[in-house]
């Protein structure tokens, strides 16, 4: 696993690696109805997921709802874009989802303050590989249906 972070970590240097990255993290989070996130049960418990149930992460050095993971950071580590308001699905409280503005002006979904991320090499339900791996100055955690961060696994 760490080699597959270390050569993640390597091409996230370039701009086209960035950019399809991107593209791949807006289609996880979104359908016709718009950004959603929602709650699946995990070997970690239960945890925030996308519309399609892949893993949402906040990332410690976050401060006051805004992001600090830009460049190789948000290449690796892909924020939940939304283009409206994000839904609250099943398991959600609907007053914890949020968003907050990046540099480039588009809308990272927060929950309970934190902003969300992917995790690149997590491409389907139920994976969680950047459980407290500890990149770009701090560690990354998934979150619970409270907000709180889950600090095992």
């Known amino acids: 696993m760490k080699h597959w972070?270390?050569?993640?970590?390597?091409l996230a240097g370039s701009a086209v690696?960035?950019?399809?990255?991107?593209?791949?993290?807006l289609?996880?989070?979104?359908?016709a109805s718009?950004?959603?996130?929602?709650?699946?049960?995990?070997?970690?418990?239960?945890?925030?997921?996308d519309g399609k149930g892949v893993t949402l992460y906040d990332f410690v050095p976050d401060r006051n709802g805004?992001?600090?993971?830009?460049?190789?950071?948000?290449?690796l580590w892909p924020p939940l874009i939304a283009k409206e308001?994000?839904?609250?699905?099943?398991?959600?409280?609907?007053s914890l989802l949020g968003t907050t503005k990046r540099k480039d002006g588009k809308l990272e979904?927060?929950?309970?303050?934190?902003?969300?991320?992917?995790?690149?090499?997590?491409?389907?339900?139920?994976?969680?590989?950047?459980?407290?791996?500890?990149?770009?100055?701090g560690p990354w955690w998934v979150l619970s249906p409270a907000g709180?961060?889950?600090h095992r696994g």
């Not at 994000?86 to 609907?94: E, I, K």
């Not at 929950?111 to 992917?118: A, E, I, T, V």
């Open 5 to 10: 972070i270390k050569l993640l970590a390597a």
């Open 17 to 25: 690696f960035a950019s399809a990255v991107a593209a791949v993290a």
């Open 27 to 31: 289609a996880h989070g979104t359908n």
């Open 34 to 49: 718009g950004t959603t996130v929602k709650i699946a049960k995990t070997a970690l418990g239960r945890i925030l997921v």
């Open 66 to 75: 805004a992001s600090s993971c830009y460049g190789a950071c948000a290449a």
């Open 85 to 94: 308001k994000p839904h609250a699905g099943t398991g959600v409280r609907a």
């Open 109 to 137: 979904v927060t929950y309970n303050h934190h902003p969300l991320y992917y995790f690149v090499p997590d491409r389907k339900p139920g994976q969680t590989a950047g459980q407290g791996v500890n990149q770009f100055g």
């Open 148 to 150: 709180k961060e889950i």
